[in-house]
């Protein structure tokens, strides 16, 4: 068993988190995890109202009595969801964990803290990372470049971006973006992580609520099969490479505005990916850690063959590079 300042201050078994995915993140995949060990998430903007999200919990409950979390992305709108009800209905729930993502959280931590929940917010910088622990988040999910959605601006990898937040963070904190295999967890381990958060490799899980269609495609791509879409509007995000995205990618690249693809990159688009399996229905998020999965295995044959596999890389194969040991 691994045992880290994440596993021990979250209360979770093993030091992997399926963190918030819109369309992704629902009861029955949060469920599995949690059930396994690993912390899941249920995403709360993927449910239409804050009654349906109460219902989702109370689905996820059903399933497992072990702890999971709810995610809430708060992002810039003209009409923003009601984040004050979803909120309350997180709280009203007994949630103990809420991952936060998007713009500062600080608004909403005081009501978590005073209901005895713990938030764990993802940032893509070093800085925001500072900024994050400063007013009072209990963790941090720092987002290397090769992670799906969005990963900031900076373009900085997780191999140097997960040191260079280890340097200065004090909190637990787990890195993203690229991990899919016990290799991925102990690096991050060496790197001076807690443990890691995984999305595209929980989307290809048997209890991954996506179409099959989807789950095979991923598992056929290589790494180099992503589009990063939004770059002239600095609000890039990684997403599958398909007819859509392509297509938006040469829009914006000669000059178009969002206006201009707005309807191309329509969140309802995305979510008939997943339902139908038609990979070109709309964009859909998907990171470079794809060229690493290939299969499709319950969650906790999942997590039991990473937390295995890293156990026996750390005890024997490094364990083994040591000259004291050759020599003795």
């Given amino acids: 068993m691994l045992r880290t300042s994440f596993t021990e201050v979250f209360g979770v078994e093993h030091p992997i988190v399926q963190g918030g995915m819109q369309w992704v993140g629902r009861a029955g995949l949060a469920a599995a995890v949690a059930e396994a060990g690993g912390l899941g998430i249920i995403t709360a903007l993927t449910q239409p109202t804050p009654e349906n999200l109460v219902k989702e919990i109370a689905r996820a409950r059903d399933l497992t009595d072990r702890p999971f979390g709810v995610n809430l992305t708060i992002l810039p709108s003209i009409n923003p969801p009601p984040y004050d009800e979803y909120r309350q209905a997180i709280i009203e729930a007994g949630i103990t964990i809420v991952e936060t993502a998007g713009a500062n959280p600080a608004p909403h931590l005081p009501s978590f803290h005073e209901a005895g929940i713990k938030v764990l917010h993802k940032c893509t910088s070093v800085r925001h990372a500072l900024k994050a622990q400063a007013i009072g988040v209990d963790g941090i999910s720092i987002d290397g470049f090769e992670c799906a959605g969005h990963p900031g601006e900076d373009d900085i990898p997780g191999l140097v971006l997960i040191p260079a937040a280890a ?30 958060n995984m999305g595209t490799r929980f989307m290809c899980t048997v209890e991954s609520g996506i179409h099959d269609d989807v789950k095979r495609r991923i598992v056929e791509a290589t790494e180099r099969e992503t589009e990063l879409i939004f770059r002239p509007l600095r609000n890039t995000a990684r997403v ?9 990618v040469r829009l914006l690249d000669g000059g178009a505005t969002f206006d201009d693809v707005r309807e191309l990159v329509a969140g309802v688009r995305g979510r008939e990916v997943y339902e139908t399996g038609d990979l070109d229905a709309g964009i859909w998020s998907v990171g470079m850690v794809q060229g690493l999965i290939d299969d499709v295995p319950t969650v906790a044959e999942l997590i039991d063959r990473i937390v295995g596999e890293a156990e026996e890389i750390i005890g024997s194969r490094l364990a083994g590079l040591r ?6």
């Fill in 167 to 196: 340097q200065v963070i004090d909190i637990p904190m787990i890195a993203s973006g690229g991990f899919a295999d016990a290799r991925g967890l102990v690096a991050a381990l060496a790197l001076g992580a807690d443990g890691i």
């Fill in 323 to 328: 000259a004291d040991r050759h020599s003795a």
């Fill in 240 to 248: 599958a490479g398909n007819e859509v995205s392509r297509e938006v």
